[in-house]
């Protein structure tokens, strides 16, 4: 869903019901999402680095400095 939004720029709906709770983390990362865009520790180092070579051409695009920390702001404000 995250590069759907960020990466590819795709329209996302989420829907989410309280019978599809079967962790109370998931409480708590659908919290994270709706406050502040990002789900803390979803993208392992390995799997950012890899989403940074896809943002890459994107933030050329658009002007955005290309340091890890502004690459990945910019990807949590397209989410």
């Not at 990466?7 to 990362?29: R, W, Y």
């Not at 051409?57 to 340091?67: M, R, S």
Request: aromatic share 12%.
């Amino acid at each position: 869903m995250y590069k759907q939004c960020g990466v590819k720029n795709e329209s996302v709906v989420f829907l989410f019901t309280d019978t599809q709770i079967v962790n109370e983390g998931f409480v708590e990362d659908i919290n994270s999402i709706l406050n502040s865009g990002e789900v803390p520790g979803l993208y392992p180092l390995d799997e950012r680095e890899r989403l940074f070579g896809e943002l890459r051409p994107l933030c050329q695009k658009y002007g955005v400095h290309e340091t890890r920390d502004d690459m990945y702001g910019a990807f949590i404000d397209r989410v």
